[in-house]
């Protein structure tokens, strides 16, 4: 199986941002929000992102960088290379890859 | 664990409502706009994801069963209905159902939700199980967010009486005196508590499905408002019965799908369901050969290829296949779009290609028990959608979810208006204390996601669609395990933003006492019908033609 080597922004607002680096094996085909959910399985269940649908693209929440590039984690396929994965950059940061994207009038302020 | 006292000058955000919705899928949305037009002045519809964008509806990229067309009438639909049932539908539910779920697609026709068309009227397909073509759908595999996104914009035009919040997840029911006055949640992107007062509350949470590894819905399904209807005093019916959809995609990989797919292929298409020697093989486990047609309910279906599997000649992952290589290229791309270049990007070519099916957690039949007004036996609680037990007995008929939510939920947020008209007690804090508690709870560190996934193990080694005693027992040893090793305060501090290991924990609390639910019923049922079917116990019995209600009793699930 190939491997993919993830590069994840940790923390919240005002932490000092770094980058967690995560090797794992994949099976072609699977997509980056796969790898995301099989890192709190097995690794680290502290890593923070946003999804409700499991992979059919229909929720739209598993927004995020990918590169520097907007993309669906469920979409975005891994590839055998190092990745890097940013929070939105224009939203407010919850924490790692979390950010707040629901529209305002649908918060609780 | 240590339990921190809240400061008085911490009190936690409170709201009040009219009404409170708790879940913002077909169910949780219609209720919302019919108890704002019945006069309720404030309700507040909250969901654990986002409005409108979790759940089952947005999932649901299929038909939809109503009567709707010229030659079709609901009494027609209510028969196939009580047929799948298997004897156990609630025929006053299933009545309201087909009736009102008839009135409600019309409805949702004149909120421009987009049903397909054919000449005058809707476009149609007959489903398994139903006697005509009677599935609308809204094309190219985008029913379900076409109905979400049909709801979410009748919601935003009724204004300010619904107040819409997402990311609350209802932790527990407040209840004084015997009755539901409102909730505790925890705002999931915060991490803070908070309190809600409602005269009456609906919980529109749908089901259960994410207890299996398997599923086919949103990742919050997580049987949740059976936990907390349980946990305020309702009875449940029926938990045994989770329907599995027999031809959930397996292999390849596919991405940005919908794993429920290939259903409305088979509906348009046919298609041919073969074992791994490229035989056809439905008719040697009871079902009639289907010469290229899609005519095997779920049952069956599921039935016949697990037994396959079972018998040694399944596919190379463990299911069936599925072909549709003697379909012509064009009638493919006529029938199916823009799907069919989302299946090249996964490398998938149906004229050359067969995939991969096997059964798949997708719904479940029992749940809450409710009266004709959706009334649970709680005051001040109703419940609407899949978290309702009783309509679809012990099979559900294909196309029948989205309009059980649509109607269900008209339904609740009607009789909502009016309960809320008359008042209720006012909120008492003291009552919401044990929940707030455990809110400000710090457990120890825990790899909750790994639990969650354990569960779902579980769940699908021994309470699948096929059940034994011994698996059974099995299944309880392992989760009463499961249950003490999470045990009673949630890792971590409170107040973390989207903490997803704490939000497992709360999940995986109400998780277990359904999934201890299921097993209980399931070990109870000794007889095989419709979605639950006993290795042990083959044939169906009619001393078991009853339904199973259960309750809890000092905090476990009993048979009532």
């Known amino acids: 199986m190939p491997t993919t080597t ?103 302020d | 664990m240590r339990n921190s006292a809240i400061p008085a000058s911490n009190q936690p955000r409170h709201f009040t409502a009219d009404v409170l919705i708790i879940g913002a899928g077909a169910a949780g949305m219609y209720a919302a706009i019919e108890a704002a037009r019945q006069g309720a002045g404030s309700v507040l519809l909250l969901d654990r994801s986002l409005i409108g964008r979790g759940g089952a509806t947005v999932m649901a990229q299929m038909t939809v069963a109503a009567a709707v067309g010229p030659d079709d009438d609901w009494r027609h639909h209510l028969a196939d209905t009580l047929a799948a049932g298997r004897g156990l539908c609630d025929p006053a539910l299933a009545a309201l159902l087909c009736e009102v779920g008839a009135e409600c697609i019309l409805e949702m026709d004149r909120w421009k939700v987009g049903w397909a068309r054919a000449g005058t009227g809707f476009a149609s397909v007959q489903a398994p199980g139903h006697d005509r073509a009677r599935c609308v759908y809204v094309d190219f595999l985008s029913t379900g967010p076409a109905v979400s996104k049909a709801l979410r914009a009748q919601v935003q035009r009724v204004g300010d009486a619904i107040r819409r919040i997402g990311e609350m997840l209802v932790t527990d029911l407040v209840v004084q005196d015997g009755r539901v006055t409102g909730a505790v949640a925890l705002h999931v992107a915060s991490g803070a508590p908070l309190t809600i007062a409602a005269p009456t509350t609906i919980i529109a949470t749908g089901g259960l499905t994410r207890l299996y590894a398997r599923n086919s819905a949103s990742a919050n399904m997580s049987g949740d408002g059976y936990a907390l209807a349980m946990r305020a005093g309702a009875t449940l019916l029926d938990m045994e019965f989770v329907q599995f959809f027999p031809i959930g995609h397996l292999a390849p990989r596919l991405i940005g799908m919908d794993p429920i797919m290939w259903d409305p292929f088979r509906y348009k298409l046919g298609g041919r369901l073969l074992n791994g020697a490229m035989q056809e093989f439905v008719e040697r486990w009871g079902g009639d050969a289907e010469n290229g047609t899609y005519s095997t309910t779920r049952d069956l279906a599921t039935h016949a290829i697990i037994k396959e599997v079972e018998a040694g000649h399944g596919s190379p992952n463990g299911g069936a296949w599925l072909s549709f290589t003697h379909v012509p290229a064009a009638e493919l791309r006529a029938a199916f779009g823009p799907v069919i270049d989302k299946l090249a990007a996964n490398g998938i070519d149906l004229t050359r290609d067969c995939i991969e099916v096997s059964p798949i957690a997708h719904y479940h039949m029992g749940g809450v028990r409710v009266d004709t007004a959706m009334r649970t036996d709680v005051p001040g609680l109703l419940c609407a959608g899949e978290a309702v037990g009783g309509a679809n007995g012990a099979n559900r008929l294909s196309g029948n979810a989205i309009t059980e939510a649509l109607a269900f939920g008209r339904l609740a947020g009607a009789e909502a208006a009016r309960q809320a008209a008359e008042g209720a007690p006012a909120f008492d804090v003291a009552a919401a204390r044990p929940a707030l508690a455990l809110l400000a709870a710090e ?61 497992d924990w709360l999940d995986l609390r109400q998780m277990l006492l359904v999934a201890k639910s299921v097993v209980l019923a399931a070990t109870a049922r000794t007889e095989s019908r419709g979605a639950h079917q006993r290795e042990d116990f083959p044939e169906m019995s009619p001393s078991w033609e009853r339904n199973l209600p259960l309750r809890l009793r000092a905090g476990v699930p009993e048979l009532a």
């Open chain 1, 6 to 108: 993830l590069h994840i922004r940790r923390g919240g607002p005002g932490e000092a941002p770094r980058h967690d680096v995560f090797e794992l094996s994949f099976e072609p085909g699977e997509s980056v929000l796969d790898a995301l959910r099989r890192l709190r399985i097995g690794t680290d269940p502290t890593l923070a992102f946003r999804y409700a649908c499991l992979n059919a693209n229909a929720c739209k929440e598993c927004m995020m960088l990918l590169d520097g590039k907007v993309i669906y984690a469920c979409t975005a396929r891994l590839e055998a290379r190092d990745m890097r994965l940013d929070p939105l950059p224009n939203k407010t940061l919850l924490r790692d890859l979390a950010t707040v994207i629901a529209p305002p009038d649908e918060r609780l």
């Open chain 2, 443 to 503: 457990g120890p560190a825990q790899n909750t996601a790994a639990l969650v996934a354990r569960l779902q193990h579980i769940m699908a080694a021994d309470v699948g669609p096929f059940r034994t005693a011994a698996g059974l027992a099995r299944a309880a040893a392992a989760l009463a395990a499961l249950r003490e090793e999470i045990g009673t305060a949630p890792p971590g501090t409170p107040g973390l933003a989207h903490d997803l290991v704490r939000l």
